[in-house]
């Protein structure tokens, strides 16, 4: 019979560590003393769990504190290489590998081209050959490694691990079950915009922020909510989906089958689409539309402002539906950073008196290092943060 209150100095044990590696992991090092009144426990049991996360590698004694009297105070060292993560960008047209440490710090990547998504399987067997051969020449201990976060460009169900709906890259119903045994060690899959939420929050401008909503701009546009700091999917976990809100009635015909989403208006590819449909001669990227708008050529400022447009009525649809404290524009789009500061405030008049815009500085890393933290979270998060 399982003794109810063993299990219940286990859980809190438990909780205590995480807790403890937590605030060591944000402050790198600290003293014992500074430890335990920050997790709010008494000094042995601050000693106690350090001495545990010292023997699992994950921190370290580093010398001695100054001290006002007495004897001096012991510093606890975070232990940024200890353990590591792999994260995985599977976007239209390529797909990314990063390596981190605990620290989020980038050890390894490379991009793949990638414009067939019909054999999902190869594609994964692909990734797998790639990170072992990324163990094998960085000398890493498997046992070390936490496990793959995929970020998905679609509908995912990360609980049953499946890719529900993906219509940029044409596909859907993709389980990854079976693809676990690709790999040593655990793998995890969340939504594009949803890691880079998460990337936001935890690693960029975003840091400390509780309130938000990152708006993913790239071949499409994606949603990721923030509430209270926990990542907001809702019942069927579809929330976010504001690329498919309309924004022009009777408009362009949308994947999804709906006509005027905003996704034809605001992505990248729409932006793209319109400056074609005007020039003479096409351009291919998003950095060839960039350079024309800097050397401020007509059809460009003309196709950006009508561009601007449809972007700040997206943005003002979200504001006035979930009021977040602050909106960060991210993907392919963050690269606008002067160009959206000074005119996209312009654009939304009075929407924005107590919403504040801002620009991912993780630029298009947001996805793919909020990937590389979802092997991260038991590690780290005590609570549960989908709601």
């Not at 977040?324 to 939304?348: A, D, H, M, V």
Request: with cysteine; net charge negative; charged share 25%.
């Amino acid at each position: 019979m399982i003794n109810v209150d063993t299990l219940v100095n286990g859980v809190i044990k438990d909780s205590n560590k995480k807790k403890i590696l937590n605030i060591i992991y944000k402050k790198q090092e600290l003293t014992i003393k500074e430890l335990a009144k920050k997790a709010k426990i008494s000094i042995p049991t601050s000693k106690n769990n350090v001495n545990e996360l010292i023997e699992e590698g994950l921190v370290e004694l580093a010398g001695v504190a100054e001290s006002s009297g007495g004897r001096k105070p012991v510093i606890v060292r975070f232990i940024k290489d200890a353990r590591f993560s792999f994260g995985v960008d599977i976007l239209v047209g390529y797909y990314k590998i990063i390596l981190t440490n605990i620290n989020s710090d980038i050890l390894w990547e490379t991009k793949i081209k990638q414009e067939d998504y019909l054999d999902f399987d190869k594609i994964i067997k692909t990734i797998s050959e790639k990170i072992d051969n990324i163990i094998d020449v960085m000398k890493i201990d498997k046992n070390k490694v936490l496990g793959v976060g995929f970020s998905l460009p679609g509908t995912v169900d990360e609980e049953n691990l499946l890719l529900k709906y993906a219509p940029n890259i044409e596909t859907e119903n993709i389980d990854f079950n079976p693809y676990r045994d690709y790999f040593d060690f655990p793998i995890y899959i969340e939504n594009e915009a949803n890691t880079a939420a998460y990337g936001e929050t935890y690693l960029g401008i975003a840091k400390n922020m509780t309130n938000l909503v990152y708006l993913s701009i790239n071949e499409g546009v994606g949603t990721g909510i923030i509430i209270a700091g926990n990542l907001y999917k809702g019942k069927n976990k579809n929330s976010g989906e504001f690329g498919h809100t309309v924004v022009k009635y009777g408009g362009k015909l949308c994947r999804c089958g709906r006509k005027g989403c905003f996704e034809k208006y605001g992505s990248v590819t729409a932006l793209l689409e319109d400056y074609n449909s005007r020039a003479t001669e096409s351009i291919e990227n998003i950095w060839e539309f960039k350079e024309l708008l800097d050397k401020k050529q007509e059809i460009a400022l003309e196709v950006w402002d009508e561009y601007l447009n449809y972007l700040s009525m997206g943005i003002s649809n979200i504001i006035m539906i979930l009021d977040p404290n602050y909106i960060i524009l991210g993907g392919q789009l963050s690269w606008f950073e002067k160009e959206l500061s000074i005119s996209i405030k312009e654009k939304l008049h009075d929407d924005i008196t107590q919403n504040k815009i801002l620009i991912s500085q993780l630029k298009e890393n947001s996805s793919i290092l909020g990937a590389s933290l979802l092997p991260f979270q038991k590690m780290f998060f005590i609570n549960e943060k989908i709601i």
